[in-house]
């Protein structure tokens, strides 16, 4: 079975401290995302990678397809940034998306 | 601006009560799923459909069912809704042979008493 996995599950910082969220796939996959949750809020697509690096802002998304390792990184963090994490795999065409757990950030001011 | 509408934030249903949720984009995407989101266990895929008329069987279909009449409304049915049915419920959409834009809905989060 096709999953996903996430570390770690939870995650306190300081404000400014430089942010790492690691994500792992079993298999090949075609694409991965990353989906951020804020409390109360709807899930809003930060970025769809299938190679190398992208950057928005002050975070950054990387892809290792070797090692099946994706990272999220936050430069520095602000407590707006507290929110659920998700990353998930699209494994071919159609199918849907596998979902990692999520990591929960919290930025303390 | 696109987007995935769910009809309801929250809902409070009675056990045994038949619940609907109700998903509408406006992208006119082919592909659209139904979610619940659980603490500790992230996003389960209930139920997806590739085109009008057609559903799949998610991961946790046990309980519901959906309805997919327009292609622009996917329905998830709680047939005779129970406590552990109490979940935020979420609803996307892409379109077919896409691996970026998915849309996702605001949620609904049902309470069952």
């Known amino acids: 079975k096709n999953e996903v996995e996430q570390s770690p599950q939870n995650l306190t910082a300081q404000e400014g401290e430089f942010i790492t969220i690691n994500c792992s796939y079993s298999v090949g996959i075609s694409a991965l995302h990353w989906l951020q949750q804020h409390p109360g809020g709807g899930i809003v697509s930060l970025f769809m990678?299938?190679?190398g690096k992208k950057k928005h802002g002050r975070l950054i998304a990387t892809i290792n397809i070797q090692e099946k390792h994706s990272s999220l990184h936050i430069t520095a963090s602000h407590p707006r940034d507290s929110a659920v994490y998700i990353c998930?795999?699209?494994?071919?065409?159609?199918?849907?998306?596998?979902f990692g757990k999520g990591t929960r950030l919290s930025v303390i001011a | 601006d696109v987007k995935v509408t769910q009809s309801s934030r929250y809902l409070v249903k009675r056990t045994g009560e038949k619940v609907f949720l109700e998903c509408v984009q406006d992208?006119?995407?082919?592909?659209m799923f139904w979610y619940r989101q659980d603490p500790g266990l992230g996003l389960r895929l209930i139920y997806f459909s590739y085109d009008v008329k057609m559903k799949e069987k998610g991961d946790i279909p046990e309980g519901y069912s959906v309805s997919r009449e327009k292609k622009e409304r996917f329905s998830l049915i709680l047939e005779s809704a129970s406590t552990n049915q109490t979940s935020m419920y979420l609803c996307a959409s892409i379109e077919a042979g896409r691996g970026d834009g998915y849309t996702f809905g605001s949620g609904t989060r049902l309470t069952v008493v």
């Open positions: 990678l299938s190679s």
């Open positions: 992208m006119d995407h082919e592909n």
């Open positions: 998930a795999a699209l494994y071919s065409g159609n199918t849907p998306l596998v």
